[in-house]
Antibody, heavy 117, light 107 residues
Framework: QLQLEESGGGVVQPGRALRVSCTGS??????MHWVRQAPGKGLEWVAV????????YYADSVKGRFSISRDNSKNTVYLQMNNLRPDDTAVYYC????????????WGRGILVTVSS | DVQMTQSPSTLSASVGDRVTITCRAS??????LAWYQQKPGTAPKVLIY???NLESGVPSRFSGSGFETEFTLTISNLQPGDFATYYC?????????FGGGTRVEIK
């Protein structure tokens, strides 16, 4: 059964960096996404990486600061977050897409990242 | 970017009611639209994909319709477990975008 588990969250000061990870099973042939949700707010798509890591796209709000990568040998996708801001505070979910269709048919449980001094 | 606008933002209903949520796109997304249900403290769950296709395992009281810029999610015979927040999402273009959400609460 497919499982996705995020790790690496926590509290970080503004301007600092943090890397969150998502480990799962059987996602090597799928695109993987990060979606975030600020406390009490709606969903915001953050980034996607194709199954072969050749294509990556980002939301404008994180472009130039966040970087998505994956290691299929470890069944893991990463989100490197640099120059963090307080408005990056959110639960970060990793999610698997349906291949050619970029909707999310399986999600991790999410991990909280808090940016605060 | 494609802006997704949901209405209403909150909806009060009773068990057994039929409810409809609307999602409008700022430009055509063809049929590349999904609907999700989210309950507090949990990850979203996909209900509908490609505007009207029911995800496997989702009860048939959920249905979706629409094309290009106007879409609806209908829940027939509302059940206690359906009180949640619902989001639409377009996947026609990057960046992928969500609607602001519709909270379905108990009247």
């Amino acid at each position: 059964q497919l499982q996705l588990e995020e790790s690496g969250g926590g509290v970080v000061q503004p301007g600092r960096a943090l890397r969150v990870s998502c480990t799962g099973s059987i996602f090597r042939t799928y695109g993987m996404h990060w979606v975030r949700q600020a406390p009490g707010k709606g969903l915001e798509w953050v980034a996607v990486i194709s199954y072969d890591a050749k294509q990556k796209y980002y939301a404008d709000s994180v472009k130039g600061r966040f970087s998505i990568s994956r290691d299929n040998s470890k069944n893991t996708v990463y989100l490197q977050m640099n120059n963090l801001r307080p408005d990056d505070t959110a639960v970060y979910y990793c999610a698997k897409d349906r291949g050619a269709d970029h909707y999310f048919d399986f999600w991790g449980r999410g991990i909280l990242v808090t940016v605060s001094s | 970017d494609v802006q997704m606008t949901q209405s209403p933002s909150t909806l009060s209903a009773s068990v057994g009611d039929r409810v409809t949520i609307t999602c409008r796109a700022s430009q055509s997304v063809s049929s590349w639209l999904a609907w999700y249900q989210q309950k507090p403290g949990t990850a979203p769950k996909v209900l509908i994909y490609k505007a009207s296709n029911l995800e496997s395992g989702v009860p048939s009281r959920f249905s979706g319709s629409g094309f290009e810029t106007e879409f609806t999610l209908t829940i027939s015979n509302l059940q206690p477990g359906d009180f949640a927040t619902y989001y639409c999402q377009q996947y026609n273009l990057f960046p992928l975008t969500f609607g602001g959400g519709t909270r379905v609460e108990i009247k």
